[in-house]
């Protein structure tokens, strides 16, 4: 069962309408999804059957119901109930069903069970993988002919993803390096138009955002790149730039990474939570609206159970 809820003006809750709620409501879905994915202001789930449904923001295009946009009124490419996503009736589109799917903030990638990766929406910076093309493709278009994708990663205006060599890719506009506002590829370049090897890893696990990318090692120690002028590499800023321009070590024992717009979480093998970065209204998670660097979150404690009466048996 997938459940959302907040603000619902682009549909992104599902519902069939545009209220917002602030209590979680169960999104209408033709089966039991086995993933879920959210971006900026649209959501899609791979379900039970391996079918993908997207609902929300349609205006780039990301939810792939495969319509013509006419520019007269955004809204209009709104799904506000999921819709299957269309494929093109291409003879690469195959048969093969889909096994991942991730949403940036224009735009989503997915990967099929036969390691071919697929993108859709805004094209703007190259996100899709595209070399050339228009700036958005509103169905999913395959990403080069490699079949060895193992994971994807959507971001704002780039995309990154592991390869079953666990070697790292990435492609799109890398966020304004001359302005320093962020690097999230961790090399000296302003664009990729097309997936492009940026490390050979192996990495285990990879987290991107807006302006910063993060990754895990089979070690499992985190290591993060990019803008770090609100500390969301949990690392202090070398020489007082706020741009990690290489893969830097961050920390040690994490066996999950998730990275957010100014901020970076993790969970440690520990299985504490930990925040770092931008907290100026309590993203953290750490009971003040400081900056920290991987600082514990305050979780609250287990309602007692004393009294209770004990579970009921299967």
């Not at 409501?25 to 994915?37: E, F, I, M, N, W």
């Not at 996100?127 to 994708?149: A, F, H, M, N």
């Not at 998730?258 to 998670?285: E, P």
Request: include cysteine; hydrophobic fraction near 35%; charge should be negative.
């Amino acid at each position: 069962m997938v459940q959302c809820w907040g603000d619902n003006r682009r549909g992104q809750l599902g519902q069939g309408h545009r209220d917002a709620s602030q209590q979680p409501v169960v999104v209408p879905l033709p089966a039991a999804a086995t993933q879920l994915a959210s971006g900026y202001k649209h959501s899609c789930a791979l379900l039970e059957n391996a079918e993908l449904w997207c609902w929300g923001d349609g205006n780039e295009g990301q939810i792939g119901r495969g319509d013509l946009y006419s520019g007269a009124d955004a809204r209009d490419t709104d799904a506000i109930t999921p819709e299957l996503v269309a494929l093109p009736i291409t003879s690469e589109a195959g048969d093969a069903p889909w096994s991942f799917v991730d949403t940036g903030e224009g735009h989503t990638c997915a990967l099929r069970a036969d390691g071919s990766l697929w993108c859709w929406g805004r094209n703007s910076g190259r996100q899709l993988g595209q070399p050339s093309g228009e700036g958005q493709v509103r169905s999913p278009v395959r990403v080069g002919t490699d079949r060895d994708w193992l994971r994807v990663d959507a971001a704002q205006n780039y995309s990154c993803a592991l390869k079953a060599d666990r070697s790292l890719w990435c492609w799109g506009f890398n966020m304004g390096l001359m302005s320093m506002s962020g690097n999230p590829f961790g090399v000296d370049t302003r664009q990729l138009d097309i997936p492009t090897r940026i490390d050979e890893g192996p990495w285990a696990a990879l987290s991107t955002n807006m302006f910063h990318s993060c990754a895990l090692d089979d070690a499992t120690q985190l290591w993060c790149w990019g803008r770090n002028h609100e500390g969301a590499l949990g690392t202090e800023n070398p020489e007082g730039t706020g741009l990690v321009q290489s893969r830097t070590l961050v920390a040690t024992g994490v066996a999950f990474v998730s990275t957010g717009t100014f901020t970076t979480c993790t969970i440690g093998l520990d299985g504490v939570a930990r925040c770092a970065g931008k907290n100026d209204r309590g993203q953290l998670g750490s009971d003040d609206t400081g900056e920290r660097f991987f600082a514990d979150v305050s979780l609250p404690a287990p309602a007692p159970t004393e009294g209770l009466p004990p579970p009921v048996s299967e």
